[in-house]
């Protein structure tokens, strides 16, 4: 069970507590939420293009943020402040060279000064003229590289060290996102596996009945025919069940209803 502090900044508090509090309301927000399964991958990007947003608000007027995860076979941006930052993303991607696949290359952080001036990367350059400054921030998750966050800024004065905190304390959460939203989704997997094996357990229990009332025997020796007959005609007991049910009602047997519990948050009393 996943319990969340209700802590709330005080008027005392800066800007690094502010991002900190923000980004933990919204890891919350994903067990509270709770989505559906098939949505699970999109929330965890929604929660993402927030923390974007978030941090770009602490960067200077003309940069622009991106979020990179790693795929099978590529990288895509999942969350930017910009379309263009996007752009470059995938402008590193294509050339084959850039700050953002060395940090996620090397699992390090990357600072550029001056991208006109730097001879690392001259083909993402030449297709970057109005980006004069970057920093890439490695995302890591359980020992292996998850994506890497980006700032590109056509400002030639550089990053304030507010900003670069910022991108610091944005790049140490995005991994308790993902671990957050995939204990969630897993949660929700042993849930639903839960409620199918209580299902065909009510199945089960009815065609006990019947045979119970057929043979004249008790719970287990009626099982024992179950589970016989179930080997012998190599179907599921759960099927052989449902068919036996369906047989003397003459209706397919009715499946049991399991309600969601009210769900309840932390620090709250309902």
Known sequence: MLIWPRWTPTSRDGGVEQLAWKYSERSRGIVVNRPSMPTDIEEFERALTDCVTIADR????????????????????????????ELLDGLQQA????????????GKSVTVLDLAADTRWPRFAAGAPEVRVMHCEPLEYDGAMLGVLSVYSCDAEGLPEEALVALRVTASHVPVLFR???????????AAQLKEALTTRAIIDQALGIVMAQRRCTAREAFEILRQVSQDRNVKLHQLAASIVEKVSGQPP???????????IAGRRT
């Open 58 to 85: 602490a960067m200077p007027d003309c940069a622009m943020l991106s979020i990179a995860l790693c795929g099978e076979d590529d990288i895509h941006t999942a969350a930017c402040s910009h379309a263009r930052a």
């Open 254 to 264: 009715q499946r049991s209803r399991f309600e969601e519990p009210p769900q309840r």
């Open 95 to 106: 050339t084959g060279q850039g700050p953002m696949l060395d940090a996620l290359d090397t």
């Open 180 to 190: 957050t939203a995939l204990g969630a989704a897993r949660m929700r997997e042993v």
